[in-house]
Structure formats: C-alpha cells, structure tokens
C-alpha cells in the first residue's frame, strides 16, 4: 500500500531541490548596491575577465543621464571602462606573464544613445502596463588579455575600488587549469591569488 507514495514522495523532493537550486542561482545574481562581481578565467594563453556591476556604483544613479553633469559623468565612465589601461589600470597581471589586453567590451544600453531611444519606447509601453516600475540597471563588461607566458600568472591586482569610491565589495570567482577559487575584496583588498 506505501508502493503509489513512494513515487509522489520522489516528485515533491524533486521539485523542492529544483526550487532550491532555482532560488540558490538567483540569489548569486542579485543586484546589490555596493557589490561588483568578476569572473576571471585562464585558458592557454588567455585570461578574461567578465565583470558586473549596478551602475549607481560607477555614477551614483541607475537611469540614463539627464543633465548635462551626468552625461558627462558617464561618458567618462565608460571611457574609462573601455580603456581599463589608461592611468592606473583597473587589472593589472604579473609583470613576468607579460599580459597585454586584446579586448575590451562595455555594455549598459541605459548609457549608450542607441540604446536610451528603444529604451524610451520600451518605457512608454511599460509605463502604459505599469511593469518595471523599480527596474535597476546594471554594467556588464568583458576584458580579454593575451599572456605570452601564461605560467607566470599568479595574481591580479584589481583596481576598481581607486576608480569607484561608492564600492564597497568585489566578489570574485577564478577558473584556471589547476582549479577554481571565490574570494571577496574589500577596501583596501586589491589581489585576487589566480587558481594555477
């Protein structure tokens, strides 16, 4: 008689373990005021570096610019983010891995003027269906560094706390050849030990 529960028992875990997992995955996606997240992965010769951001971060707001201070103030942002070499730089590698960066990728459509006029029309639809009243926008960004001795990584020195005084915590995640680590930055922290 217990045979026809044993197979709803098994759904009802199940489910629950989905719903955890779900909830788990979530949460590591949280947008957080404060908070910066950083994936740094070495294959071969390449170390990439995929960061996310909320933007009242970097500018102090999460909108697109509306007065001229604030156009300015994100221009320089993304100037900056784009260019993450120029003055201190924002990632710096071991001298004798000799890493230099191949690409720089910055997205944040609130910020980019294409972006803001389908953003204009996505926002009177929404407003006329009242979603995403309390939307936040983030930054994405994609660094790609080639190292012509990739064995000589051994750690990162992470400059975003000098560059944006309103973080508070980088939270980090490392994937290497030799394994993966998670360790979280706080002022004044700067090194991130690469997983080699």
Known sequence: MNRPTLPWLKCCVATALACACAMAWAAGKAHEHGALRLDVAIEGNKLTIAMEAPLDNLLGFERAPRTD???????????????????????????????????????SPVLEPAARADARTAAGTQAATGANK??????????????????ELRSLDVGLFDAYKRMQRIDVQVAGPKGQSKVTLRRPARSVKLAR
């Open 69 to 107: 201070a604030e156009r300015k103030a994100a221009a320089e942002v993304l100037a900056r983010l784009r260019s993450p070499a120029q003055g201190r730089p924002l990632f710096a590698t071991d001298v004798a891995a000799q890493c230099t960066l191949s690409k720089a990728e910055v997205l």
């Open 134 to 151: 309390e939307e936040h926008a983030d930054l994405e960004a994609s660094y790609e560094f080639s190292c012509a001795q990739p064995g």
